[in-house]
């Protein structure tokens, strides 16, 4: 997957969960869940495109290892939110499914920069 490819994933992702949260029931959990997840999944897409502005591979290596961070923990927001009730598990199913293959990717991208640099 190339640069351009993974911010638009990213991009898309983000967007999902935008809608996601607006659709959420109006409860304190849902609320605090819903911002929790807003603001690791919108962090995500933001956090790469600085990693590719990046000025060495070391910085692009700690920007890729927080939007990582950020997708990784929006996966957990989302288990959170089947887990507590608040979205059916079947409506979570391709959203939570496309957060760990971002998740991947990045993991991928980390170990070949951190390969690239010899900082494994």
């Not at 819903?34 to 920007?63: E, H, I, P, W």
């Amino acid at each position: 997957m190339n640069e351009t490819e993974l911010k638009n994933r990213t991009k898309k992702f983000a967007l999902r969960v935008i809608r996601l949260v607006e659709s959420l029931p109006h409860s304190n959990t849902a609320n605090v869940i819903g911002r929790q997840l807003l603001r690791s999944a919108t962090s995500v897409g933001a956090n790469y495109r600085s990693a590719c502005m990046g000025r060495s591979r070391v910085d692009f290596a700690a920007k890729i290892g927080i939007a990582l961070e950020e997708a990784d923990e929006s996966a957990y927001w989302m288990e959170l939110m089947i887990d507590a009730g608040l979205v059916p598990e079947d409506r979570m199913t391709e959203l939570l499914s496309e957060a760990k293959e971002i998740v991947s990717i990045l993991v991928a991208s980390l170990k070949t920069t951190r390969r690239n640099t010899g900082k494994e």
